[in-house]
C-alpha cells in the first residue's frame, strides 16, 4: 500500500513538471543515523523503492550516498565529515559535493546559460 500511494504521487509530480515544461532532477538526502538509514548501505524500503522507481522511469535524480561512496573511496573517512550527527543532516563538506554535483547537472541540461 505504502509503495502504491507513493508512486501515484511521484508521478503525479512528474506528470506536473512535464506539463509545466519545467527541466528537474530529484536529490535523495540520505541522513546517516545507525540503525535506522546510514550513508554506507539501503535502509528499509524507501531506498530500493525509490531507486527503482526513479530509474525505471529514467528520472534525472541525485542519490546522495552515490556521492557519499565515490568521495569516501575504500578507506571512507568517519561519518561526521558527511552528517552532523545531532541531526542528520550534511555537513559544509558534504554540502559542497552535492552542490558540485547539482552544478553539474545543471550545466548538462543546459551548458553555457550563464551558469558559472
Not at 42 to 50: G, K, N
Request: contains cysteine.
Amino acid at each position: 500500500m505504502k509503495k502504491q500511494l507513493n508512486r501515484k504521487i511521484l508521478l503525479a509530480v512528474l506528470k506536473l513538471l512535464d506539463e509545466q515544461q519545467v527541466d528537474y532532477c530529484f536529490l535523495i538526502f540520505h541522513p546517516h543515523f545507525p540503525g535506522i538509514s546510514t550513508l554506507d548501505r539501503e535502509s528499509d524500503w524507501r531506498d530500493p523503492f525509490l531507486r527503482t522507481f526513479l530509474d525505471s522511469t529514467r528520472v534525472p535524480h541525485i542519490w546522495s550516498k552515490d556521492l557519499y561512496r565515490r568521495d569516501a573511496g575504500n578507506s571512507p573517512p568517519p561519518f561526521d565529515q558527511y552528517i552532523v550527527p545531532s541531526h542528520g543532516h550534511p555537513t559544509t563538506r558534504f554540502n559542497r559535493i552535492i552542490a558540485a554535483e547539482i552544478l553539474r547537472r545543471i550545466r548538462e541540461i543546459d551548458p553555457g546559460q550563464g551558469v558559472p
